[in-house]
């Protein structure tokens, strides 16, 4: 079964200061990996998704994560934190269903607060 | 293209009463899912369905939860006799057909709250 570990419920930086928000996964075939974003009361936005090919993905707003495998990470970064990347944030693994769907694993989420 | 659309926003219910869920997906998009979001924890996967039919529910509470697609309208999640522990936000996906797991696009969510 896939599984996703998320270090850190809670992470604090200040504006302008690297973000680093990290993921570990567990899965038994080539994962399909993503990362969203979530304000309070809204839905989930896609910041940006690994399935196949180059190991650092580029996404929204500045963010980008790279996919090891050796390590089965793919943490997420920028490097200038912005006051409105305050959210949460989740890491997902795609588990491939029967009919061509997807079943979305998530981690417990990364509340990320960004201070002046 | 109109995003992922829930209603409603928000849904208060009693001990007891009946829930209805709605989830109208993206134009072009033949494959739901229904996701549950308990306080303080992630998304947890509840079911996948296709028009007018169960693909997979195995996140699915064994009793009072059912979902549906129907061949015309939107999707619906009910729950039936709703107690405290279903107070949640629920979300609903869509996928487009041969995304081959990589694409999913979420609603904005139910927030129902079970006095």
């Known amino acids: 079964a896939q599984s996703v570990t998320q270090l850190g419920s809670h992470v604090s930086v200040s504006e302008g200061a690297l973000v680093l928000l990290r993921c570990n996964y567990s899965?038994?075939?080539?994962?399909?990996l993503f990362w969203y974003v979530q304000y309070p009361n809204q839905g989930l936005q896609l910041l940006l998704k690994?399935?196949?090919?180059?190991?650092l993905v580029k996404g929204i707003n500045g963010f980008e994560a790279e996919f090891k495998k050796s390590e089965t990470s793919f943490h997420l970064t920028k490097p200038s934190a912005h006051m409105s990347d305050a959210a949460e944030y989740f890491c997902?693994?795609?588990?491939?269903?029967?009919?061509?769907?997807?079943?979305?694993?998530f981690g417990t989420g990364t509340q990320l607060k960004v201070e002046l | 293209n109109a995003g992922v659309m829930q209603n409603p926003r928000h849904l208060v219910r009693r001990r007891g009463q009946e829930a209805r869920l709605r989830c109208s997906p993206m134009?072009?998009?033949?494959?739901v899912y229904w996701y549950r979001q308990l306080p303080e924890e992630g998304l947890k996967f509840m079911v996948y369905l296709q028009k007018e039919n169960i693909i997979d529910e195995s996140g699915m509470p064994k009793e009072r939860f059912s979902a549906e697609f129907p061949k015309e309208g939107p999707s619906i999640l009910r729950i039936q006799q709703v107690v405290r522990g279903d107070s949640a936000a629920y979300f609903c996906?869509?996928?487009?057909?041969?995304?081959?797991?990589?694409?999913?696009?979420f609603g904005q969510g139910t927030r129902l709250t079970v006095v």
């Open positions: 996906a869509s996928s487009p057909p041969n995304a081959g797991g990589t694409e999913a696009f």
């Open positions: 899965s038994s075939v080539p994962p399909y």
């Open positions: 690994y399935t196949t090919g180059a190991t």
């Open positions: 997902a693994v795609s588990d491939i269903l029967t009919g061509g769907g997807n079943k979305l694993t």
């Open positions: 134009k072009g998009h033949s494959h």
